[in-house]
């Protein structure tokens, strides 16, 4: 059964330093990989989504990268601002269709002004 | 422009009620689900439904039940509520064969089972 695990489970820093979140998978053979932000008492919102064959995605500055080999993901925020505080989960689908999701307990981040 | 609506933001219930937790889209999605989300343990799947009266248990469905009887609506159901339900319930729909990229999320019920 896959399994999903993000380090660490919670993270404060000051606003403009780099910060990286960590997501690992005990399953490697996974299809995609999903990044997801959810502010408090909202939903998620899709950030990145990675594809088995790439290794990184790119949104503004956000970074994603992704090894399968050895069952790890990262995202990587460049020069924090407050706003970017909120949960950041992962999430890999359970086979090809991806109708159902497996989560790690998600990052909360909190950047201080 | 509220795309996935659950029928509560915040729900009080009694040990040994039946509660009903209301989901509904407007985007004519085949695909809906329930998850709950407890601190540290991330989102888990109740279940999910492909389809009008069609439905697949998740990883967690036991004391649970799930209802739809129309392509818009999708409801959970807990027939008689334990404190260990205590929760965040998030609804969340898509349309069929696309990836979760294009997945819209309600903004989450927080029961409390007193």
């Known amino acids: 059964k896959q399994e999903v695990t993000q380090i660490p489970a919670a993270l404060s820093v000051p606003e403009g330093e780099n910060l990286v979140l960590n997501c690992s998978f005990t399953?490697?053979?996974?299809?995609?990989l999903q990044w997801f932000r959810q502010d408090p008492g909202k939903g998620l919102t899709s950030l990145l989504l990675?594809?088995?064959?790439?290794r990184e995605q790119t949104s503004g500055r956000l970074n994603a990268s992704l090894d399968k080999s050895s069952g790890r993901s990262t995202l990587y925020i460049a020069a924090s601002q407050p706003g970017d505080s909120a949960t950041y989960l992962c999430?890999?689908?359970?086979?090809?269709?991806?109708?159902?999701?497996?989560f790690g307990g998600g990052t909360r981040l909190m950047v201080k002004p | 422009d509220v795309k996935v609506t659950q029928s509560s933001r915040y729900l009080v219930k009694r040990t040994g009620e039946k509660v009903f937790l209301e989901c509904v889209q407007d985007?004519?999605?085949?695909?809906m689900f329930w998850y709950r989300q407890d601190p540290g343990l991330g989102l888990r799947l109740i279940y999910f439904?492909?389809?009008?009266?069609?439905?697949e248990k998740g990883d967690i469905p036991e004391g649970y039940s799930v209802s739809r009887e129309k392509k818009e609506r999708f409801s959970l159901i807990l027939e008689s509520a334990s404190t260990n339900q205590t929760s965040m319930y998030l609804c969340?729909?898509?349309?069929?064969?696309?990836?979760?990229?294009?997945?819209?999320f309600g903004q989450g019920t927080r029961l409390t089972v007193v």
């Open positions: 969340a729909s898509k349309r069929a064969g696309v990836g979760w990229a294009e997945a819209f």
């Open positions: 399953d490697s053979a996974i299809y995609n």
């Open positions: 990675i594809q088995s064959s790439q």
């Open positions: 999430a890999v689908p359970l086979g090809n269709a991806g109708n159902m999701l497996t």
């Open positions: 985007m004519d999605h085949e695909n």
């Open positions: 439904s492909y389809d009008v009266k069609m439905k």
